[in-house]
């Protein structure tokens, strides 16, 4: 894993995926919990997904950051 160039994902996108796709919680009431407005959440999901589609086709690794 170490010789993989990386995809970096923030903690807000992190939970933004966790909340929408892995826990199925609708667009609002996500929002509302992230305290962020439904658009800004749309954004933040938009983005996770691009850079977990790029991870998965060029075969990179993901790293959440901020758990350091």
Do not use: C, N, P, W
């Not at 992230?34 to 790293?63: C, N, P, W, Y």
């Amino acid at each position: 894993m170490r010789m993989l160039s990386e995809v970096d994902l923030t903690l807000e996108e992190t939970e933004a995926l966790r909340l929408h796709d892995y826990k199925g919680i609708e667009q609002i009431k996500a929002a509302e919990k992230m305290k962020i407005s439904q658009s800004t959440f749309a954004r933040t999901l938009d983005s996770v997904h691009k850079k977990i589609a790029q991870a998965i086709i060029e075969g990179k690794a993901v790293r959440i950051i901020g758990l350091e």
